[in-house]
């Protein structure tokens, strides 16, 4: 096979993964250990994240007309993506809780939902609750007035009824 094939099956790959992807993260993951590295794949693996590393100038070649062309700027140096298909901030999450433990990686830039952000972009969305965590303290916030409304119905009732 030519080496051009070769190549355009990579770039393929690279767009069908940014077809389904809601975010994408660009990591710098010189220095991991292999034990860090697994550790890492297992956390984004576990949560739905594909975790790759592709070489810039498939990565350049594959983003163009996408969402994720702002990423072209970043891709310098050793990359590592991480693609999220179903929550956004999955991947950034996941990626600067390790970061914390792990001073050899690095973020470099990502786009989620069709924005980019920089390195200090991209930690400030990952501290950012996810979408479940985020809807349940949403109904928390609302189950707890009801409730006390509920009561106050409930001994109003009570009392009628003792009334009678």
Same mark, same amino acid.
């Given at each position: 096979m030519a080496k051009i $094939?070769?190549?355009?099956?990579?770039?393929n790959e690279i767009k069908e993964k940014l $077809?389904?992807?809601?975010?994408?993260?660009?990591? =710098?993951s010189r220095g991991l250990t292999v034990e860090e590295d697994t550790t890492l794949r297992k956390q984004l693996r =576990?949560?739905?994240? =594909?975790y790759k590393v592709y070489k810039n100038t498939m990565v350049h070649f594959a983003i163009q007309g996408t969402q994720f062309e702002g990423l072209d700027a970043y891709l310098s140096g050793p990359s590592a993506f991480a693609?999220?298909? $179903?929550? *956004?901030? *999955? *991947? *950034?999450a996941i990626?600067?809780?390790i970061a914390k433990d792990v001073k050899a990686l690095e973020f470099k830039a990502g786009v989620i939902e069709g924005t980019v952000y920089d390195a200090a972009g991209m930690k400030l969305?990952? =501290?950012?609750?996810?979408? $479940?965590?985020?809807?349940?303290?949403l109904l928390g916030s609302f189950k707890s007035p009801l409730s006390s409304f509920a009561r106050v119905i409930d001994q109003i009732a009570k009392k009628d009824a003792a009334a009678e």
């Open positions: $094939e070769q190549k355009q099956i990579v770039v $077809e389904k992807a809601v975010s994408v993260v660009l990591v =710098d =576990d949560a739905g994240v =594909d693609f999220s298909y $179903e929550d *956004a901030t *999955a *991947a *950034a990626l600067n809780k969305v990952a =501290d950012i609750p996810s979408k $479940e965590v985020l809807l349940s303290k």
